[in-house]
């Protein structure tokens, strides 16, 4: 009998998780948004046409979802911002395909006041 409940309350752990693993990031208003500062080190290309972003003294790295499909290019983000200062704004969001949070979605950037890019409202 034991068994049996240990296997349901296995399957309900397993779904759950499975949910949580395919919600998709929230886009939230600015101001609930985590806000960073930092300097541009690297851009490049993942994914599925994203734009990858690194953030010297940071290890995660920061990714504007099918970026390159919603008009940005990458050669012009490179000249524009790499070596600079951005703000970086984005969901406290977590998932367990990423229990550490080393990929993080961009909702906003910002440089020197002016935006580059944002999906938010």
């Not at 397993?14 to 806000?35: A, G, N, Q, T, Y």
């Not at 541009?40 to 504007?64: A, C, M, N, P, W």
């Not at 080393?102 to 944002?118: A, L, M, W």
Request: charged share 25%; with cysteine; net charge negative.
């Amino acid at each position: 009998m034991k068994i049996k409940y240990f296997g349901i309350f296995g399957l309900l752990i397993l779904i759950v998780i499975i949910m949580l693993s395919f919600r998709p990031v929230p886009i939230l208003d600015e101001e609930d948004c985590v806000v960073l500062e930092g300097t541009v080190t690297e851009i490049y290309e993942g994914g599925v046409k994203d734009v990858v972003l690194k953030l010297r003294g940071h290890s995660q790295v920061f990714y504007i979802n099918r970026g390159l499909e919603r008009g940005l290019d990458l050669e012009h983000l490179k000249a524009d911002l790499v070596g600079r200062e951005i703000v970086v704004k984005y969901p406290d969001h977590w998932t367990p395909m990423d229990i550490t949070k080393s990929s993080i979605h961009i909702s906003k950037i910002e440089h020197e006041g002016h935006t580059i890019f944002s999906e938010l409202e």
